[in-house]
């Protein structure tokens, strides 16, 4: 399953923050990188893999965010906008006039599906959900193997009857975006290690993510029943990451929220203004993904980094400032 990966260690795909660089050294330290897709079109995504080919020979996993299509709520989004006006208006700005849908799904999505054909990666990873039969079938015939994130067994099971190679547990704890199908349906919250004991009946292997931040934490969750263990908040201040400045600082305070507020899904973020604004009242994904980012640059702007998006998990204030590939050498159980 893993074939040239010495060490079972994954470097999760972060939207944003990790690189072609950063995939590249964690395959070459014998981990497994990952690039991340969520917010990139098909040439994008095309142009990231060339680039890691031409800094590694062994094999890395790309991740897609299936999410079903946006359900737009013109009502809902108008109210959302009236929730953030007060704050750019501190900064002296404007919010937009209405949200756009700047990161559709790979589902329905012909010119990603096309551009994974043409280039053939080893592993194509989901979250949010799963794609269309047809991509599905398209994907497996191609060669790909096909890992898709759970945050339950109802997840796990659906993964598993989709013909899916690997399992995700993601835990509570972790950082960045939930992958839970539905935002709005049931969440049990489990940790990672539940989480992982809970899926390993179903006899696929997984990978467990969520606060793995050294290797007693890698050997716990391989100890749960974890075939390799899956880090992002432990690469984000690898010099090959693309983690802005002040995320970087921010890591050492280490306390966290899950938040709706940013992007309109749950996802865990370092507790900053962005966080303390009530979720309650907001825009569906990725309209309010939409407005957060403007917010975020107005703010930036007038010298206040409060508004970032700086995704990370429960175990954030024990990342540590080194490469990539000594970070892979120092979990890997």
């Known amino acids: 399953m893993f074939d040239d990966v010495i060490h079972p260690v994954v470097q999760a795909p972060m939207a944003g923050t990790s690189t072609p660089e950063l995939a590249a050294a964690v395959c070459n330290a014998g ?17 990231a893999i060339r680039a890691v080919r031409q800094g590694t020979d062994r094999m890395f996993g790309v991740n897609l965010f299936c999410h079903a299509p946006a359900a737009r709520d013109p009502s ?29 799904s790979f589902r329905g999505n012909d010119a990603m599906l096309a551009m994974l054909l043409a280039e053939r990666p080893a592993i194509v990873g989901c979250h949010f959900g799963l794609p269309e039969p047809g991509q599905i079938a398209a994907l497996k015939a191609a060669g790909c193997r096909l890992w898709a994130t ?4 109802a ?9 899916f190679d690997v399992i995700v547990a993601q835990g509570w704890e972790a950082g960045g975006h939930r992958g839970i199908f539905d935002p709005d349906g049931p969440d049990a919250r489990l940790n990672q290690a539940a989480l992982v004991r809970a899926l390993v009946p179903l006899g696929l292997p ?19 029943g974890a075939v390799a263990v899956q880090c992002g908040t432990a690469f984000l ?39 303390a604004i ?24 007038r010298g206040n ?9 429960t175990g954030a204030a024990a990342s540590v400032a080194r490469p990539a590939a000594d970070t892979v050498l120092a979990i890997s159980p």
Not at 78 to 92: M, Q
Not at 150 to 153: D, G, K, L, N
Not at 215 to 224: D, E, K, L, S
Not at 246 to 268: C, D, F, K, V, Y
């Open 76 to 104: 809902r989004e108008a109210g959302w906008i009236d929730v953030l006006r007060p704050v750019f208006t501190r900064f002296g700005a404007e919010p937009p006039a209405a949200l756009s849908e700047i990161y559709p």
């Open 305 to 313: 980094d409060g508004y970032g998006a700086f995704w990370a998990g």
């Open 31 to 47: 981990g497994l990188g990952f690039l991340a897709f969520g917010a990139l079109d098909a040439a994008s995504a095309g142009r």
């Open 206 to 224: 997984v990978v467990a993510a969520g606060a793995i931040m050294d290797r007693a934490a890698a050997r716990a969750a391989m100890a749960a």
């Open 237 to 275: 201040r690898a010099p090959e990451s693309a983690t802005p400045p002040a995320h970087r600082a921010a890591l050492s305070g280490g306390q966290t929220a899950m938040t709706r507020a940013i992007s309109g899904r749950p996802a865990r973020c370092l507790v900053n203004d962005f966080t």
């Open 278 to 301: 009530d979720d309650r009242a907001v825009a569906g994904y990725p309209m309010a993904y939409d407005i957060g980012k403007v917010l975020n640059a107005a703010a930036k702007a």
């Open 150 to 153: 759970a945050t339950s067994v």
């Open 155 to 163: 997840e796990g099971q659906a993964i598993r009857d989709a013909g």
